[in-house]
């Protein structure tokens, strides 16, 4: 008998090394190699022979499908955020912290689409039937005709979502708890998860059925096991929050069928989750427009605009290194607008504490956050509050340049609508429309917009003796 063979794969990102090691020469992250049976899994192990393959059917690309191939759930900001609607026959994957809703929105969506006349077929692997029933009861769901089942087998689960009439959307919560008779290693391991759901996937594309994917998260918020289950989805959704905040936020970040830049808006009630058509107001709702140090930013997630304040804190330390502390963004971003400030105009903050966040626990990747966050910054050193009725938005470069950004129109409807006057924005914008009533001033460079906040201040500070 052969000996048998063991490797050492990475749990992140799924390389395979000769011998254990501390830290994965792929992903370079730390302790996350584990042995792995090389006789695990389908078609492993010494000495067998692949047998002859069989020739597959060719077709071209004209021709009609039989049914509609989208699945929408009713759900507008589910559906806004996975391009339209499930598509028939693709996987997805949902990721999130623990608790955030994904189990709960999940339940929402399969009620929705049953009570459109859909087969749903929802099995979870981490809760009795018994809870889940109970959560179904909490969101008012229990009425519906959602097929339930707790299984971890995959052998099990295809042979369950096989039987009867073909299911037009099955839910699998979650594939870490998936195990298969082929492979030897433990439930949640590369072998395991790789396998599971090359089998759903597998069963998705033969069928036509729209297939679900739970994933649990890391401690960096990546969803846990190998990267190559990312890569071998049709789509990618994060659901992202902070328990802190009732809203969440469920975010494309990889979609075959749609956008990857989407966002659905949703705000977490003891009945759910509800959607939040306007996320702006949301994220606008507790502010304070007479503190100095901060600026309404007008960003873009996909095609909808979204307004949300940059809150930021300039106080003087007397510590030897000053702490530069950034929620919502990005450090090295907010590192670079501190070094414009100081070599092009001016602004000493060599000896200042910053403190830098987005509210409501938004995440802005968009560079054009970078005019809000200067206009932020000095503001809080100057200790002036800006214009209630102004927003900010633009791309600021290592010489100082204010640079134009995209769908410059979008944002100013946006601000418009939600009551905001005024607008600061480059002065390359080509896309401003014409005619419309809004104050808005193009900003050349970072010199200008120090200027103009100084200006102000000077201004503010005027009393009427001096008139």
């Known amino acids: ?9 990475c749990q992140n990102c799924g390389t395979v090394h000769n011998r254990w090691a501390g830290k994965c020469d792929g992903c370079g992250e730390w302790n996350t190699i584990i042995e792995d049976d090389q006789m695990g899994g389908i078609g492993g192990g010494p000495g067998k022979v692949p047998k002859k393959g069989r020739a597959v059917a060719l077709t071209t690309l004209s021709g009609e499908t039989e049914e509609a191939p989208r699945i929408f759930t009713g759900i507008s900001e589910l559906d806004r955020a996975t391009g339209g609607g499930f598509v028939r026959g693709s996987a997805v994957l949902v990721g999130g912290d623990p608790g955030i809703g994904k189990s709960t929105l999940l339940m929402q969506a399969a009620a929705a689409l049953s009570r459109r006349g859909h087969r749903i077929i929802y099995v979870s692997g981490e809760e009795a039937v018994a809870q889940v029933r109970l959560r179904a009861q909490r969101l008012g769901a229990a009425d519906t005709e959602v097929l339930l089942a707790a299984e971890t087998n995959v052998e099990d689960i295809l042979a369950t979502i096989g039987e009867g009439k073909r299911p037009d959307l099955v839910i699998i919560d979650s594939i870490q708890t998936l195990w298969s008779d082929t492979a030897d290693s433990a439930p949640g391991t590369v072998t395991q998860v790789r396998t599971g759901v090359q089998a759903m996937i597998r069963f998705a594309k033969q069928t036509g059925a729209a297939m679900v994917l739970v994933g649990h998260v890391t401690k960096e918020g990546q969803i ?8 071998m989805v049709d789509a990618v959704l994060y659901f992202e929050g902070d328990r802190g905040h009732h809203y969440r936020i469920l975010r494309t970040v990889k979609n075959r069928f749609g956008p990857t830049d989407e966002i659905g808006v949703f705000e977490m009630s003891d009945k759910g989750l509800r959607e939040v058509t306007n996320p702006s107001e949301l994220f606008l709702g507790e502010r304070n427009s007479k503190s100095p140090g901060a600026a309404v930013f007008a960003g873009m997630e996909g095609t909808r605009p979204v307004l949300v304040e940059v809150q930021a804190l300039v106080a003087p330390t007397s510590l030897g290194t000053p702490r530069r502390a950034v929620v919502g963004w990005d450090s090295s971003r907010l590192s670079m607008i501190l070094a414009v400030l100081e070599a092009h105009c001016g602004v000493k903050l060599g000896q200042h504490d910053v403190y830098l966040n987005v509210a409501g626990g938004y995440r ?3 560079p054009a956050a970078d005019l809000a966050v200067a206009s932020a910054l000095v503001s809080s050193l100057a200790g002036l509050a800006l214009p209630a009725d102004c927003v900010y938005f633009g791309e600021i470069s290592l010489s100082g340049a204010v ?10 409807k946006e601000a418009e609508k939600l009551g905001f006057a005024g607008a600061m924005l480059p002065a390359t914008s080509t896309e401003v429309p014409k005619g419309a009533n809004g104050r808005w001033v193009t900003i050349e460079d970072l010199p200008d917009l120090v200027s103009r906040i100084a200006g102000s201040a000077s201004k503010l500070r005027q009393t009427p003796e001096d008139d």
């Not at 008998?1 to 794969?9: E, H, I, R």
């Not at 640079?403 to 100013?412: C, E, G, K």
């Open 364 to 366: 802005i990747t968009e």
């Open 403 to 412: 640079r134009p950004v995209s769908q410059t129109a979008q944002r100013l």
């Open 224 to 231: 846990a096991g190998p990267r190559v289950v990312e890569h």
């Open 1 to 9: 008998m052969a000996k048998s063979k063991t490797q050492f794969v």
